[in-house]
């Protein structure tokens, strides 16, 4: 079954409790402390387009990547409400092509823990140093192991009146997978709810296998972050952010 297809008409619903606003403040302080004020900045893994309006919002020039149509029809319809002058592309972040490089490519809400295979991040980064202005940023967050762990075999369920949803969750720790199946049940008229259902498969990974697969790709790693600060990664980190940068490209003479 496809990831984000049916789930992609509740998600920012559903979303709701994600304070979006400091989320992009800190991906912004981020950037703006590498020198990049301005300038064409790549959302890979951009879903409905939150992030990626937020950004544009901020003054910069913003692409979305992403692999659903579904979640990509409703960040075509934020733009047409905002004005933004974004470009959306439906595309795998693994094969993912560009008209040209950029200043900068983020990536948030653990979009690249969907990779599961080491070749294919690494692809996934190769893509990404090849994209980036020299000296250009690459901004990206992780869930950890130790946040799946701590999930493991369990059931999440929320009702609203219009929607709601069953979320199953396994932890393999060998594998060091994630998969969690969602059954949707999305209201259509009257009291007649339609059932729509979902597998999604995310990995953990050791951020040194992480950094080694950053620079196999041309990218030097500079900092790793517990999530939404500037202190070191702990055991009980759920969410880190890594911030790379390309090393390799000389400017044009």
Request: proline share 2%; glycine share 6%.
């Amino acid at each position: 079954m496809d990831s984000y297809t049916s789930f992609a008409q509740v998600y920012d619903l559903f979303m709701d409790n994600v304070d979006y606003p400091a989320w992009c403040e800190y991906i912004k302080s981020l950037l703006k402390e590498y020198g990049i004020n301005d300038g064409l900045i790549l959302d890979l893994g951009c879903g409905t387009g939150t992030v990626t309006e937020l950004l544009a919002d901020a003054g910069y020039d913003m692409i979305g990547v992403d692999n659903s149509c579904d979640m990509l029809e409703i960040a075509e319809e934020k733009k047409e409400k905002s004005g933004h002058d974004i470009l959306y592309l439906m595309q795998d972040m693994r094969e993912f092509e560009l008209y040209g490089t950029v200043r900068a490519v983020v990536s948030v809400c653990d979009s690249v823990n969907y990779i599961l295979e080491e070749e294919d991040l690494l692809e996934v980064f190769s893509l990404v140093n090849n994209y980036l202005d020299p000296g250009g940023m690459f901004i990206f967050d992780m869930n950890t192991r130790y946040k799946y762990e701590q999930m493991g075999d369990c059931t999440i369920a929320e009702n609203r009146e219009e929607s709601s949803f069953i979320w199953d969750n396994f932890y393999d720790p060998e594998e060091e997978i994630n998969e969690y199946e969602l059954a949707i049940f999305l209201k259509e008229q009257g009291d007649l709810y339609r059932k729509f259902e979902e597998v999604h498969y995310q990995r953990a990974y050791d951020p040194e296998v992480v950094k080694a697969l950053l620079e196999k790709a041309g990218l030097e790693l500079v900092a790793v972050y517990d999530a939404f600060t500037r202190e070191p990664v702990r055991e009980d980190s759920e969410r880190i952010y890594f911030i790379a940068r390309e090393c390799q490209k000389k400017e044009k003479m």
